[in-house]
């Protein structure tokens, strides 16, 4: 199946294109269909799966080709809520890419900064409208903005929206939604009060669910190292100073232990940058921008700031902590490995952690392969509590530096990596201190 054949306006095949993608994921082969033809959509599907081509590209087609018919100042005819600045952001940003050549605009607000810029944004005229539901529901509410010309209506990551606490402001903006509508709904896991939310936006919907293994994102090799909780930071040094061209995302469960982690490295003369919900939004965008511009190579992020982070050519994501929620572990390692790419995820595990890596493993169905010495064991805090059945070392050429350099120190550490091409699509966060 190729783009072509989804009979889409030729700007935006134009713009596909260029953006290098060939074919649809299963996502957008299955969704932009029934997108066409005009239904509502339950999608059940996780971020790094193709989801913001698979809803994004319907409504600009949607749009461009009644485009012509709008005269005046362009009205917001496209609304897509999504939980966080990130997200919203980076659907924003794919949309200029996709919609680059068909003239729609797109524009994008969250709260956390002042809103000037975004009226401004707003009274020039868009069309398709990106927003986080804090913020969009203080500029209905000050009349800035209305929701009388919407014929589109996204809700994204619906499961974690509600995880943030944002299901009454989520349900005052549904109420303002004009009936007349294409709906689309998307969430990563589809619990009770998920259904419910969507019974309240859909009409008559068809449902798309991405199982695991259809996810794009589904290479990841990896690895779990036992350590005490003291010695993290020395292994982490030593581990970002043998891949040092590496660009590697480090997760920490909370923001203050993000905040430690930069110092420790710094200690290290290893320059890293912390993104969590305490960071102003200059300073969480100005670290993401030089993050993905390959300026700054170690990121310091807990769960909810790095998620959907979509960064090209990461070729490492490192749990310094384990989540004690398993399926936040998955979300964690899709952050690399995204779209056809392979990566490698570690992980650092205490005594304390362990029940969170057996719970891990019961919910990947497989062994994280242990990762079999170190030089940072200095008790039994260090030890595995089963002998580690080392792999049998994959040979450095099969391992793929992503960076296109052999770094020779490499193997000593990594080369009993597993595969695990085990996804879930569960990837709800419940931890508070994001
Ligand atoms: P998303 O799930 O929307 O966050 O997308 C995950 C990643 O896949 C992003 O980096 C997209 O740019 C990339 N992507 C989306 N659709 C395609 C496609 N059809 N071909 C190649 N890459 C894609």
Redo the contacts with the bound molecule.
């Keep these: 199946m190729t783009f072509k054949e989804l009979g889409l306006a030729e700007p935006i095949l134009d713009a596909l294109e260029a953006?290098?993608?060939?074919?649809?994921?299963p996502i957008?082969e299955q969704a932009i269909p029934i997108l066409l033809k005009g239904k509502d959509l339950l999608g059940v599907a996780q971020?790094?799966?193709?989801?913001?081509?698979a809803f994004g590209i319907p409504i600009l087609h949607h749009l461009y080709n009644s485009k012509n018919q709008q005269a005046g100042k362009k009205k917001v005819r496209a609304l897509i809520v999504t939980p966080t600045r990130e997200l919203a952001i980076?659907i924003g940003d794919?949309l200029t890419n996709y919609g680059k050549y068909t003239g729609l605009r797109n524009t994008v607000i969250f709260g956390g900064v002042k809103q000037g810029k975004q009226v401004n944004a707003l009274r020039n005229g868009v069309d398709i409208l990106v927003a986080t539901p804090g913020r969009l529901l203080d500029l209905m509410n000050q009349g800035i903005i209305n929701f009388r010309d919407i014929e589109f209506a996204v809700l994204d990551e619906a499961d974690q929206m509600l995880d943030m606490g944002f299901i009454h402001d989520i349900k005052k903006i549904i109420a303002k939604l004009p009936p007349k509508r294409q709906s689309l709904f998307f969430s990563a896991t589809m619990p009770k009060d998920i259904v419910e939310l969507s019974r309240k936006i859909l009409g008559d919907f068809e449902r798309v669910t991405i199982k695991p293994e259809q996810a794009?994102a589904e290479k990841v090799e990896q690895g779990v190292y036992f350590v005490s909780k003291k010695n993290k930071p020395k292994l982490l040094v030593h581990l970002l100073q043998e891949r040092s061209s590496d660009s590697v995302l480090v997760f920490s469960r909370t923001k203050h232990g993000a905040n430690k982690i930069v110092k420790k490295l710094a200690q290290a003369d290893i320059r890293s940058a912390a993104i969590h919900g305490n960071k102003s939004q200059t300073a969480r965008q100005k670290a993401l921008g030089d993050f993905k511009d390959g300026k700054l190579k170690v990121l310091v992020a807990t769960d909810i700031a790095a998620r959907?982070i979509?960064v090209?050519d990461l070729a490492l994501v490192i749990n310094f902590d384990l989540p004690n929620v398993s399926e936040t572990y998955v979300h964690r390692i899709g952050r690399t490995g995204?779209?056809?790419a392979s990566g490698i995820a570690l992980s650092f595990c205490d005594k304390e952690e362990r029940p969170y890596l057996r719970d891990i493993e019961k919910l990947i169905k497989q062994e994280v392969p242990r990762m079999p010495e170190h030089q940072f064991i200095d008790g039994d805090d260090d030890e595995p509590e089963t002998a580690p059945q080392p792999r049998r070392p994959r040979n450095q050429s099969q391992s793929r530096n992503r960076s296109g350099n052999q770094n020779q120190n490499r193997s000593r550490n990594s080369n009993s990596r597993g595969r695990n091409t085990n996804r879930n699509n569960s990837n709800r966060n419940r931890n508070a201190d994001n």
């Design positions: 953006q290098g993608y060939t074919n649809p994921t957008q971020t790094g799966t193709g989801k913001t081509a980076q794919s794009t959907g979509d090209e995204r779209a056809s």
